[in-house]
């Protein structure tokens, strides 16, 4: 990933971790999430792929670093 990439991606973190609204919503629809935060389109078809990592990484108590996890998809 190239560093404006990077740079992006922890900006979304950022507003997803420090808004409550944002994080809830996050848990609920990961993919709309990213989309509105991050100002992008991600393609249906990998909506529920996002949907798919997200859910098992909140079901195994959020151990993988939250930065990795938006990486895979930005």
């Known amino acids: 990933m190239d560093a404006g990439m990077q740079q992006k991606a922890a900006e979304v973190v950022k507003k997803i ?17 990213i989309e509105k935060v991050a100002g992008i389109n991600i393609p249906d078809f ?7 990592v997200v859910r098992e990484q909140i079901a195994n108590g959020g151990t993988e670093d939250p930065m ?3 990486k895979k998809f930005l």
């Open 46 to 52: 990998m909506e529920p792929m996002i949907e798919k």
């Open 17 to 33: 971790q420090s808004d409550p609204v944002l994080l809830k919503e996050f848990e609920s629809a990961p993919a709309k999430t």
């Open 68 to 70: 990795e996890i938006i």
